[in-house]
């Protein structure tokens, strides 16, 4: 229960580390749905970029 992502944990007696990147978007009220998808998907390459295991937040407000 809870903590750092890739750190190991237990299942049924095997060690795993599961990773992840994660991309945030927050954005304009009349953005598009495909404005704050691409958002986040940016963000989310940015925190695979900076090297994984990341949150990355995308803060453009921009309506696209």
Do not use: Q, W
Request: hydrophobic residues 45%; negative net charge.
């Amino acid at each position: 229960p809870g903590g750092k992502i890739g750190a190991p944990t237990d299942l049924s007696g095997v060690p795993v580390s599961v990773g992840c990147s994660v991309g945030l978007a927050f954005t304009a009220p009349d953005a598009t749905e495909e404005a704050v998808l691409a958002d986040a998907d940016r963000a989310m390459y940015r925190a695979k970029a900076a090297g994984r295991n990341r949150v990355e937040v995308e803060t453009a407000m921009a309506a696209h």
